[in-house]
C-alpha cells in the first residue's frame, strides 16, 4: 500500500531525511516513532504530497505521489499534528466543506453521517466548532480524514494536547479504523505505539533506526530485566540484601503493599534471571516473598537504547 525507497531531503545545508526506506502492507498499523526533530513530520510531508523529495520516491497504492499528485491523495487521509479546523463552522459545515473539496462523488448526507458515527461525533454533528473540547476537535480532524472513504489514513501526533481519558478514547478509535485501513500513526509517545500497532519503524536525525512488529521490537537489543517483588519483613534489611544480592543492579522500596509488606522494583545485570536464587535466598532470609513480576523488556528500554546509540551529527538535525 506504501512504498518508500531511498528518500532524501535537503532545506539548504541541513539534512532532515537521510535515506529512509520502509513499505506498509494492506491492513497494517504502523507507528512511525522517533524524538522531536528526527525526520518524522519531514518524512510523512513528502508521503502525503505537502512536500517534495530532494531524492527518492514515494508510492500510494503503486502510485507515484510526486507523478501523480491527485490520484495518490485521493487514497489518503491525512490528520497533520494541528488539525485544520474552521472554528466558526458548525460540525456539519466542515465535513461538507471538506467533502467539496476533495470532490467526492458519494451521497453527500449517508456520506458524512456515516463518518461522524465512525468517529464518534454525531452528538456534536450541529454544533460550533470553536465551543468542542480538545478530544472532539481531534476526532473532527480525524473525521474529515475519513471524507471520501480513503484506503490509507496517516495520523501525526494524533494526541497531542490531550488529556488521559480523551487519549484512550483516540487510540481506541485508531484501532477500530484499523479494521478497514491501513494507518500510519507518527508519534514520540512510546506507549502509543504499544497500545495501537503492529509493527514500529523508529527514525531518529532522519535515519531508520530500526523497522520490526511489535513483538520482535523487545528482542533487536538487550536490556535489564526487571522485577516487582513483594516481600514481607523490614525494609532496610530487605533492600540491603536485595542491592547486594549478585546479579542486581539496582533495587528500590515503591510502597507498602498491606501490614509488614512492600513492593519492590528491582533491575538486574542484562542477560541474567536471578528469579530463582534470589527467591530461595530471599527464604533463607525468612523474607517471605508473596508476590513476584517480571517485567521484560519496555519499549522505553530499547528506544533509548536504539537513540543513544545514533551518530548525532548537527547536519542530521531536522528543519521544521
Known amino acids: 500500500m506504501i512504498e518508500l525507497s531511498h528518500i532524501v531531503k535537503r532545506f539548504g545545508d541541513k539534512l532532515a531525511v537521510d535515506d529512509v526506506s520502509f513499505t506498509v502492507g494492506e491492513g497494517e498499523i504502523v507507528g512511525f516513532l522517533g524524538p522531536n526533530g528526527a525526520g518524522k513530520t519531514t518524512t510523512l510531508g513528502i ?34 499534528e494541528y488539525a485544520p ?22 451521497p453527500r448526507a449517508a456520506h458524512l453521517e456515516e463518518i461522524s458515527a465512525v468517529a464518534r461525533i454525531t452528538d456534536v454533528y450541529h454544533r460550533v466548532i470553536k465551543n468542542l473540547s480538545k478530544g472532539y476537535r481531534q476526532r473532527v480532524g ?46 514520540h509517545i512510546l506507549s502509543e505505539v504499544q497500545a495501537v500497532c503492529d509493527r514500529i519503524v523508529v527514525i531518529d536525525h532522519g535515519r531508520i533506526l530500526a523497522d520490526k512488529t511489535t513483538a520482535e521490537f523487545t528482542q533487536i537489543t538487550e536490556a535489564p530485566t526487571r522485577l516487582n517483588l513483594r516481600i514481607e519483613g523490614e525494609q532496610d534489611a530487605i533492600l540491603r540484601f536485595l542491592r547486594s544480592f549478585n546479579g542486581v543492579k539496582s533495587a528500590e522500596a515503591l510502597s507498602r503493599a498491606e501490614e509488614g509488606v512492600y513492593t519492590y522494583y528491582v533491575e538486574t545485570a542484562e542477560g541474567r534471571d536471578v528469579r530463582r536464587d534470589l527467591f530461595f535466598a530471599l527464604a533463607e532470609k525468612d523474607f517471605a516473598v508473596l508476590g513476584m513480576e517480571a517485567l521484560g523488556v519496555s519499549v522505553e528500554d530499547i528506544f533509548l537504547r536504539l537513540v543513544q546509540g545514533t551518530d548525532k551529527k548537527p547536519a542530521k538535525k531536522e528543519v521544521r
Open 47 to 80: 508521503l502525503t504530497g505537502y512536500l517534495s523529495a530532494t531524492e527518492g520516491d514515494a508510492k500510494i497504492d503503486g502510485v507515484d505521489i510526486l507523478e501523480h499528485p491527485s490520484e495518490a491523495k485521493r487514497k489518503i487521509g491525512f490528520l497533520p
Open 85 to 106: 479546523l474552521y472554528l466558526d463552522m458548525t460540525v456539519k459545515e466542515y465535513l461538507s466543506f471538506v467533502y467539496d473539496l476533495k470532490g467526492v462523488k458519494l
Open 142 to 187: 480525524i473525521a474529515a480524514a475519513l471524507v471520501g472513504n480513503p484506503k490509507i489514513l496517516i495520523f501525526d501526533e494524533p494526541t497531542v494536547g490531550l488529556d488521559p481519558a480523551q487519549i484512550v478514547e483516540i487510540r481506541g478509535l485508531i484501532r477500530t479504523l484499523g479494521r478497514d485501513h491501513t494507518i500510519i500513526l507518527s508519534t
